[in-house]
């Protein structure tokens, strides 16, 4: 059978440039999305690409999108690809924020990485091969300033991901993780207000203090992702790859001060 390749947050900025590059591979995908799909309506004609909303918080409404994908395409799970994220959007610190927005935060996010797993897992299993990119966030080496849920959850991810590649390693099945600094992405098109200026002057901070200066690209985040998916791979699981220009790099001493 064929190699279903999986994406989810396929309606967001990554999601769906990762999904429009490898569209031209002609491989069955399945694109799963929140709600707004107008960045994949280019797919939506495509035979051998099923767009699906679906709730990733809810592990049988991803299945039954899964099962659904599969038998419609004639594949079987073979990549995943799991870009779906859900922010705060009240950018407080933990100790003015409101407790239940923190929990749905961290328990949304962790909670998707779970049924993502979940579900594709027993097929990749039994056809001994899979190979699943999870996106974290530089934010679990750095930690984020009123974004302590999101930075929480993220590191859950990571080491999910740690913990559940040694349990699917002996079947050929690989699982790393991709935690990029922001981004280069259109932040006026998904924000507004209070936490579009949030995230603006995070993102004009990250870059004045990156070694390199520079935010990440979507097309350096599509060849990690591509070399995690590799058929070719056969030893590399269960690692983060943080991509963010050094800034998490120890700093050499200072040739001018020695400090």
Aim: contains cysteine; neutral net charge; glycine residues 6%.
């Amino acid at each position: 059978m064929k190699q279903l390749l999986i994406i989810t947050g396929a309606n967001g900025q990554v999601g769906s440039y990762l999904a429009q590059a490898w569209a031209e591979t002609r491989l069955p995908m399945l694109l799963l999305i929140h709600s707004d799909g107008r960045r994949l309506e280019k797919l939506s004609s495509r035979p051998e690409i099923m767009i699906k909303a679906c709730d990733l918080r809810d592990l049988a409404s991803f299945k039954a999108a899964l099962d659904e994908a599969c038998r419609a395409l004639d594949a079987v799970p073979a990549r995943l690809v799991h870009t779906a994220a859900i922010r705060s959007y009240d950018a407080r610190t933990l100790a003015k924020g409101e407790p239940l927005i923190w929990s749905e935060i961290f328990n949304a996010n962790v909670s998707m990485a779970y049924n993502v797993l979940k579900a594709c897992l027993p097929g990749m299993l039994s056809g001994r091969f899979g190979r699943i990119v999870m996106f974290a966030s530089n934010v679990v080496q750095t930690g984020l300033h009123s974004g302590s849920a999101y930075a929480a959850a993220k590191a859950a991810i990571v080491n999910l991901v740690r913990s559940v590649a040694l349990e699917a390693a002996p079947d050929n099945v690989l699982i790393n993780s991709i935690s990029p600094a922001p981004v280069e992405t259109d932040l006026e098109s998904d924000y507004e207000g209070e936490y579009l200026a949030f995230r603006q002057r995070y993102f004009a901070a990250y870059r004045a203090a990156s070694p390199t200066g520079k935010l990440v690209s979507m097309q350096e985040l599509k060849r990690v992702a591509e070399l995690l998916l590799s058929e070719e791979l056969a030893n590399l699981t269960g690692q983060n790859l943080v991509i963010d220009g050094g800034a998490s790099a120890p700093l050499p001493a200072s040739p001018e001060t020695g400090n």
